[in-house]
């Protein structure tokens, strides 16, 4: 946490030390809330997130059987990863490919 405000304080000064003075670090202020100047958007999410989202599942399934491997001694992987990893896989090759070849997932002023 010390480092990473170091970095913050280095990038961006001053307006970085003011803002650290009303936002508090670990329990939320509910009455200093305020709107985002931009609505939600599901394809902004899809343009940035497949990667994120695919390496969670792979390092899930990692775990899973990381753990069969130490338990049991050996491979074994239920039907149910399997098939998830592998949507998941066509998933972000579909997203990438929508992002990299057309514009669907782009939205204005982000």
Known sequence: M???EAYLCRKFGTAYL???R???AFVP???SYRKAALPFSVRTVLRREYN???AVIVAMFGLE???DLSAQGRFDCDVGWIV???VS???WLVLRAVKKYTRLLYVEGR
Do not use: C, I, R, S
């Open 29 to 31: 202020k509910l009455n």
């Open 52 to 54: 994120g989202f695919f």
């Open 2 to 4: 010390f480092a990473e």
């Open 22 to 24: 009303v936002t508090p």
């Open 89 to 91: 896989f066509l998933l």
């Open 18 to 20: 003011l803002w650290t």
């Open 65 to 67: 059987v990381g753990g």
């Open 84 to 86: 998830g990893v592998g």
